[in-house]
DNA sequence: AGTATAGTTCCATAAAGTCGAACTATTAAA
DNA sequence: TTTAATAGTTCGACTTTATGGAACTATACT
């Protein structure tokens, strides 16, 4: 099996962080971890959507280096890589999780 | 001539904004906007962008609440609506502009 | 082994982005 | 007041990206 890859914090660009963030579902998502910690994957994302098209969603945000993903056992644990980003894009993320008020958290 | 039509500030949502922002060309816009004030569309974009696809990105712009365009002469200007996104959404604005090392302003 | 769970990958369809060409609106010049 | 020039939009074709169902892979449990 391929080990899951995530962009190293050089590759990391502005447009990618913001454009993956601008999606409600990732939005979701990321707002989730940000309040529940570590997550697994399923219970995201709302019931009305494809596990595929959540497998997408991940995935644009593990390639933009806003999460960090990892296999333990069958399920994939998401951690936001919250440090990285402040270090790279000073108060970016917090600013827009302080901002995603209308944005509701999966009932896991 | 159809009047430019704007978002009003309750319609204005996160994801959207975010989304707007998640592009190259329109981050070196809004950047450009931001540094020089009020400008023109044509002179932002960049020489390698066919004017169809400029005009794109300042719907999109236009419609997610970031930009205002006042049409003035031949001209469209444009200014960014930073007090608005600033009550609905602070310190996301300025925190994506301060981030924004690496984007290149337009020489105009 | 057999079954269940968690995700990914593949394929087809739907939605967005990109660009050239034609069109509209405004200004300036002849 | 036609004619030309400039600034942008709109249209149509093509390309790219998103979405969801079905089949597949990997791990765990019995």
Redesign the pocket.
């Known amino acids: 099996?391929?080990p899951i890859s995530h962009p190293d914090t050089a590759q990391i660009t502005l447009a990618d962080v913001l454009y993956a963030l601008g999606?409600p579902?990732r939005l979701k998502i990321v707002k989730t971890i940000a309040q529940k910690g570590e997550q697994?994957?399923?219970s995201c994302g709302g019931e009305?959507?494809?596990?595929?098209?959540?497998?997408?969603?991940?995935?644009?945000l593990r390639e933009a280096g806003i999460v960090h993903?990892e296999?333990v056992?069958?399920?994939?644990l998401n951690s936001l890589r919250t440090d990285e980003l402040e270090a790279k894009f000073p108060g970016v993320l917090a600013a827009v999780l302080a901002a995603a008020n209308d944005i509701e958290v999966c009932d896991s």
């Open positions: 099996m391929r999606d579902v697994a994957c399923r009305d959507i494809a596990k595929s098209t959540l497998s997408h969603h991940f995935k644009i993903t296999k056992g069958t399920q994939h």
